[in-house]
């Protein structure tokens, strides 16, 4: 087996997430959101621990649509026709972006809250 040196890893790695950035619509809009949420929270001057946490789950939300998407993928891969197992497949990682959206939704109204509530 070929070793590779981390440079080409690390470019093979951002080929991936530019190729998910152009073809889903839902990571635009998580990579849009999660811009105005660091920048809302360094003008709020939110404190480092909570920041920490926003960037943390940040991250959760674009790995979860980066793993969806390589699901989606391997599935069209295998089939193109109809598969009620692919249709299970495809929902499932679906939902576990879900999962990670609703959190970040929770994790964001606790930072947030007291800024605009108070």
């Not at 990579?31 to 003008?43: E, N, R």
Request: overall charge positive; aromatic content about 8%; glycine content about 6%.
């Amino acid at each position: 087996m070929k070793h590779r040196c981390l440079y080409d890893s690390v470019k093979d790695a951002l080929k991936g997430i530019f190729h998910v950035l152009r073809s889903e619509r839902n990571m635009r809009i998580h990579v849009a959101c999660g811009l105005v949420v660091i920048i809302l929270a360094s003008v709020l001057g939110v404190p480092r621990l909570e920041f920490m946490i926003l960037i943390l789950t940040i991250g959760i939300m674009f790995m979860a649509e980066l793993i969806n998407t390589a699901f989606e993928e391997v599935v069209n891969l295998i089939t193109k026709e109809y598969h009620p197992l692919a249709g299970i497949i495809k929902n499932i990682a679906a939902g576990a972006v879900l999962v990670a959206a609703l959190v970040a939704l929770c994790i964001g109204y606790i930072v947030f809250r007291d800024y605009f509530l108070s």
